[in-house]
């Protein structure tokens, strides 16, 4: 009888094997197309921002063909939510309008060219819904997306700690652009590369790897601040508050805020004190303002990587209790109000009254004299301008459009001024004075379906697992870029948009996967 249950176990496990092996091999393909798609990203954040067509057609090429290995690839689209085709459904919706408009284009190059570039960002957005089917591939991703942005992050800050050897060429020779090309796309992809560390640092509970998280957002953060770009500040901020309200570990976030404060302020402090980081200077004062940065910016680096491992260490040892968490919670919301009402009041001091610093916030920041002015000012610039001429131009054509990719024609028609301008700094404009009303509505109801299926999901996750955490930082990251975007043309600046998108997927999918919150026995085992 032995033999007859031996044989039956040898004859038994052969299959087991069998059905093991193919989910292996597709569990590894899957993590080498995120792996490629991440790979594209850092090469396009460290190449000029694949800015020319030369650049980023051989990406696109790379990404599309990756979609026809993975049609031949069975079951690899097989767990992808209803709510994810949905979202594919509109952004295939805006691409076939893009293709549509060749028949009624003004130039044929432009349009095709935009058709490849928004296939391009569909594509990305498909392959990762299919991609992402692990509980443990959404943190490494969202760590390596984060360090799709260090190149970034390094290069700006080489322009001010060596601004001889690395040149600053944007606005006023003072503003860091790094490899983008574009302060303004820079401040955003910051933000977004710090909004993922902060929702891991939340997550991880190693000292030292909490440290690491802490130096590298409060570089992304320095950094966003020396581009002087006050819509990637603003989209930021409201990242970080949108984290702040879906995340299940609020406490955690507000301290990790607080301690990279402390140090971020004094650097801050330090930046506004040291001649020549935010002003023309000659290049021997830049270069001695650069050593005084680099000192700076070491000692504020080494501050945050102490007081999160400390912190880390502290909370690992001690709990709070719910009512000692709550009296923290409100003394911390009271000290943030205050902070913003004193800041409030040194501005209106420092301009001379809420008169003064409302004419300031209304100057066209272009024609400031001082670059820090920039930040107080809430105009729009020449945007106004864009904006008015694709406007009057999509109400003469409001279902077609000029076609996709010729906004520039369009300008150069009815421009008031000489200034040149490829796009129309709004995309969602662009997609209405290009492709028109239905194009506008497919771009437009991606953007809404985004946001609220990954947030409400967000919301209902466990507040103890992993997942709402993780959530709670892909729904950030995507409100920074969709509300950026209103003023900005990060979609012609692929490396940007490809981080978008990756991340946009990796956030649909997860919202779907309400197995991987724990269960009530595990959330009551593991630790806050």
């Known amino acids: 009888m032995n033999d007859k249950l031996a044989q039956t176990n040898t004859e038994e496990t052969p299959p087991q094997q069998k059905e093991s092996r193919p989910r292996r091999r597709l569990m590894i393909f899957k ?58 459904g509109l952004m295939s919706a805006l691409v076939a309008i893009k293709g549509l408009s060749m028949t009624w284009t ?50 700006g800050l080489l322009q001010k700690v060596s601004p001889i050897k690395h040149p600053v060429t944007s606005f006023g020779g003072v503003r860091v652009d790094s490899t983008l090309g574009y302060a303004n796309t820079t401040a955003v992809v910051l933000g977004m590369g710090a909004l993922l560390l902060l929702a891991r640092m939340t997550q991880v509970r190693n000292a030292v790897v909490r440290g690491v998280y802490a130096v590298l957002t409060l570089a992304f953060l320095t950094t966003l601040y ?53 002003e023309s200077v000659p290049d021997q004062q830049k270069l001695q303002a650069g050593a005084t940065f680099r000192t700076d910016l070491l000692i504020a680096l080494a501050a ?20 000692a968490r709550r009296t923290v919670g409100i003394i911390a919301a009271a000290c943030v109000v205050l902070l913003f009402a004193a800041g409030a009041g040194a501005a209106a001091v420092k ?14 920041p272009d024609n400031t004299a001082n670059v820090t002015q920039r930040l107080t000012s809430a105009s729009i610039g020449f945007r106004k301008d864009y904006w008015k001429v694709a406007w009057e131009e999509w ?60 947030a409400r999901a967000a919301w209902r996750a466990s507040p103890q697992g992993d997942r709402r955490l993780f959530l709670a930082g892909l729904v950030a990251v995507a409100v920074t870029y969709l509300i950026s975007s ?18 946009a997927g990796a956030a649909a999918k997860l919202a779907s996967k309400t197995a991987w919150d724990p269960t009530a026995e595990e959330a009551h085992q593991k630790p806050e």
């Open 31 to 88: 993590s080498i197309v995120l792996l490629a798609l991440l790979s594209a990203t850092g090469y396009g954040m460290v190449d000029q921002g694949l800015y020319n067509e030369q650049l980023w057609l051989p990406v696109a090429a790379v990404i599309l063909g990756l979609l026809v290995i993975t049609l031949f690839v069975s079951d690899y689209f097989r767990d992808t939510p209803t709510a994810g085709w949905v979202l594919v």
């Open 226 to 278: 020396l581009t002087v770009s006050r819509g990637g500040l603003a989209s930021t901020v409201i990242g970080i508050v949108v984290l702040f309200i879906l995340t299940g570990k609020r406490l955690q976030t507000l301290a990790n805020l607080v301690l990279l404060a402390i140090p971020g302020f004094w650097l801050l402090w330090q930046i506004q004190n040291t001649r020549g980081l935010l």
């Open 351 to 364: 301009y001379g009254g809420i008169g003064q610093l409302y004419s300031a916030a209304a100057n066209n």
């Open 486 to 503: 209103i003023f900005e043309w990060h979609w012609y600046l692929p490396p940007s948009t490809l981080l978008f998108f990756i991340l």
């Open 304 to 323: 945050a990587f102490v007081l999160q491992a400390g912190y880390a260490l502290l909370a690992n040892r001690h709990e709070l209790t719910p009512k």
């Open 395 to 454: 109400q003469r054509r409001p279902l077609r459009g000029t076609g996709a990719g010729t906004f520039q024609l369009t300008w150069l028609k009815y421009r008031p001024t000489y200034t040149g301008v490829k796009q129309v700094h709004n995309v969602y404009l662009e997609q209405g004075t290009e492709t028109g009303v239905f194009a506008f509505l497919a771009l437009t109801g991606f953007a809404v379906l985004l946001v609220a299926y990954t």
């Open 106 to 155: 003004l130039s044929n190059i432009l349009t095709i060219e935009e058709l490849i570039r928004s296939a391009m960002y569909l594509t990305t957005f498909l392959l990762v819904l299919g991609a992402l089917s692990a509980r443990w591939q959404a943190g490494p991703l969202m760590d390596l997306a984060a360090l799709t942005v260090v190149p970034v992050c390094g290069y």
